[in-house]
């Protein structure tokens, strides 16, 4: 039973089950999202929990997209299913210019709502029931539910936990003739792990010696720390037919209410996406089309300057983190805005942990659990939030700890 399910039940609200498919009976409302659910019930919560970054959207878009609505007579109506032509353009120089990539606007990209509706369809396009979908994990939770919903079977192969990087060699051994894709995200959430590109390089050619689609998830790709490189499967040409790569404008540009972000792939795999999006969508919302539009087209240091200030908060959160090491490890993220604690609580599952937070300390954070089997013991936070936020959320947990909420009277 999900969390939020079980409040429902706890107030006496009953559930129509009989009828329902098997495909969405089997799958949740991710704990990411059913934790501030419970928070808005419980009041005056802070949040470790969902990434958002607490950024406004920058405002040469807002005022881009303020002038369309105004003198643009077409900015609310239906775009073509694929997007704004102008918008795919951009995506495609940008995908040159930053990634390497040259990718055929007309025939190779797809305008989504967000990265999250190109993932759901890239893996409803290739995914059958049955089919096995590699997902190093602790992944992302999403993920998850998205391949149960094509009626996938998820395959956690778990990631090294000294250090959170790929095992190359589990993942060989994971491989079975059922084998259908692997679904990558890098910068990684939720570990903030940014994988090294010779453990990418190998899982590469895994794909290509097994035959199964890489779909890679670039919601971070824009966001290393400490000046690392970063490195994506998108740029290798060997997986050029086996590869769905999904991105997002959602954190990039401080977007995530816009719900645009984008698919690139080759030509005879988009055209079978495209038909789940037209069956899901239609198409991405056009004035936020005309947002990412401004973003990609207007001056990038909002870009940097959501970096910089994301890697002080992660220096801010170790720092505090390093004060709390009776009760937790980590490993220090140099990617994206996350970060998973393990808690040194022994005989405490992780949904126990992040439920008694939330509502003895009322800080929101999400149970590793969440992020498949491998995530047990582990809290993952966020420090997407401001500065303010980040330390009041770590004070109210310091003294919560310093109860022993544990430890029977
Ligand atoms: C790894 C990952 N993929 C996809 C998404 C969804 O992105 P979007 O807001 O573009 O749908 C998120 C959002 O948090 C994410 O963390």
């Known amino acids: 039973m999900t969390f939020l ?21 089997q799958i949740n409302i991710s704990a990411i999202k059913e934790m501030p659910l419970i928070a808005a019930k419980v009041g005056g919560c802070v949040s470790l929990g969902q990434g958002i970054p607490s950024f406004p959207t920058p405002p ?21 299913g694929p997007g704004l032509p102008e918008l795919r353009e951009a995506v495609a120089r940008h995908l040159r210019v930053q990634c390497g990539i040259e990718a055929d ?51 956690f192969v778990p990631l090294d936990e000294s250090s959170w990087r790929l095992d190359v060699e589990g993942i060989r051994r994971a491989i079975t003739p059922r084998t259908k894709a692997i679904v990558l995200c890098n910068p990684h959430n939720p570990t903030g792990a940014n994988f090294p590109e010779e453990d990418l390089r190998k899982v590469a050619e895994l ?95 909002c870009v940097s300057e959501i970096r910089t200030a994301l890697q002080g908060r992660r220096d801010m959160v170790c720092e505090r983190l390093d004060r709390l090491e009776d009760y937790f490890d980590y490993i220090k993220p140099r990617g994206a805005y996350y970060l998973m604690m393990r808690y040194k609580i022994p005989g405490v599952d992780s949904m126990t942990f992040a439920l008694r937070l939330l509502h003895d300390a009322r800080v929101i954070t999400i149970p590793g659990a969440a992020f498949g089997p491998t995530g047990e013991n582990l809290i993952r936070i966020s420090f997407g939030g401001n500065e303010a936020e980040i330390h009041e959320a770590f004070d109210r947990m310091e003294r919560w700890l310093s109860g022993h909420p544990f430890e029977s009277p």
């Open 60 to 80: 040469h878009i807002v005022e881009a997209v303020c002038r369309t609505m105004k003198e643009n007579p077409q900015s609310g109506k239906y775009t073509l």
């Open 207 to 301: 794909a290509v010696e097994h035959d199964f689609f890489v779909i890679s998830d670039e919601t971070y790709d824009f966001l290393v720390y400490d000046n690392e490189s970063h490195f994506s499967v998108t740029s290798l040409p060997e997986l050029r037919d086996r590869l769905i790569a999904t991105y997002s404008f959602s954190k990039k540009y401080a977007m995530t209410g816009w719900r645009v972000g984008y698919v690139y792939c080759s030509e005879g795999l988009l055209d079978q996406i495209m038909k789940v999006h037209d069956a899901m969508a239609i198409c991405a919302p056009t004035l936020s089309q005309f947002a990412a539009l401004a973003a990609l087209e207007g001056p990038q240091e």
């Open 105 to 155: 606007p007309e025939r190779e990209i797809c305008i989504t709502v967000g990265a999250m509706e190109a993932l759901s369809a890239a893996i409803l396009t290739v995914v059958e029931r049955g089919d096995e979908v590699i997902l190093p994990s602790p992944n992302y939770a999403s993920h998850i539910e998205q391949v149960l919903l094509a009626e996938g079977v998820p395959v």
């Open 5 to 25: 399910r079980s409040a429902l039940v706890a107030s006496g609200k009953t559930y129509r089950t009989r009828g329902i498919s098997h495909r969405v009976s």
